[in-house]
């Protein structure tokens, strides 16, 4: 099992709180929207949390002010059919 | 005990009127998107919940001395009707739909997760009712709102939201309005 964040572009509105408290897994595009650097299964809306960071990512969940945020298990295989 | 019931239930008014500018202030802030010099945007948003929080504690305490109080002749009733006090009742109604307006921002703050945005921000906006709201009650009800020091704190409230408020409606308020806007042209 993995733990990963999900951010829901269609609410999310690029406010940058998520990027501040993820610095190391997360970017910013232009537009302010984040992007995950090393994208869960190709997909760049999923992020990989790794232990150290599974507190950080609580605090994003809370704090994003569009609610645009919310954190999953699932499991490891996912990547290996990548 | 009344006497320090009626001073605590005036001091706690203002307190909280302040700290309720200072959390006006702040939610603007962290709408613009921005950091503010070295506070992260985290942060500001974490300050502008914790300032509400205390403005709602001192709002409180404000209602609640008042209502134990003998002078200010406040019944439970006054806390959430308006306009049925004996005292000024129409500045004092002023402050109970100020009192209504914050339970009810409050309460969908703490509930937003279940409600869902929209609902959250729909009422979230009432804020900009209750703030004037509040500070009209206290210039109009408060024993020292005719006060020189009260006189010149709502000055200073009024210039600090008001520019806050320009800023919130201008142009280039969000931290990537520009880009936004070159992209759409
Ligand atoms: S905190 Fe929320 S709204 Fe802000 S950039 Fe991250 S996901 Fe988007």
Redesign the interface.
């Known amino acids: 099992m993995r733990e990963v964040l999900h951010i829901d572009w269609t609410?999310c509105?690029?406010?940058?709180?998520c990027t501040?408290?993820l610095p190391t897994l997360l970017g910013r595009d232009?537009?302010?929207y984040p992007l995950a650097m090393q994208a869960a299964g190709g997909d760049p809306s999923n992020v990989v949390i790794d232990f150290q960071h599974s507190e950080a990512a609580a605090?994003?969940v809370k704090?994003c002010?569009?609610?645009a945020l919310a954190l999953a298990y699932e499991a490891d295989q996912a990547d290996e059919t990548w | 005990m009344d006497n320090t019931l009626w001073a605590l239930g005036r001091v706690s008014g203002i307190v909280s009127l302040i700290l309720f500018t200072g959390t006006v202030v702040l939610g603007i802030l962290t709408r613009s998107g921005r950091p503010l010099l070295s506070i992260p945007r985290y942060s500001l948003t974490l300050i502008h919940r914790n300032f509400a929080l205390l403005a709602t504690i001192f709002l409180a305490l404000h209602v609640g001395t008042l209502v134990l109080d003998s002078f200010a002749k406040l019944t439970v009733a006054d806390v959430v009707v308006p306009f049925l006090g004996s005292y000024r009742p129409f500045w004092q109604g002023l402050g109970t739909v100020a009192f209504d307006l914050v339970v009810a921002v409050v309460v969908t703050s703490l509930l937003r997760r279940r409600i869902g945005v929209r609902a959250f921000r729909a009422v979230h906006w009432f804020t900009y009712a209750m703030w004037p709201i509040a500070l009209a009650h206290a210039l109009g009800n408060g024993t020292d709102g005719t006060s020189k020091f009260f006189l010149m704190l709502a000055i200073c409230s009024l210039i600090s939201v008001g520019a806050a408020l320009v800023w919130r409606f201008s142009t280039n308020f969000l931290e990537t309005a520009k880009t936004r806007q070159e992209e759409l042209q």
């Open positions: 609410r509105d690029g406010r940058g709180l501040e408290l232009d537009w302010g605090d994003a704090l002010p569009k609610m």
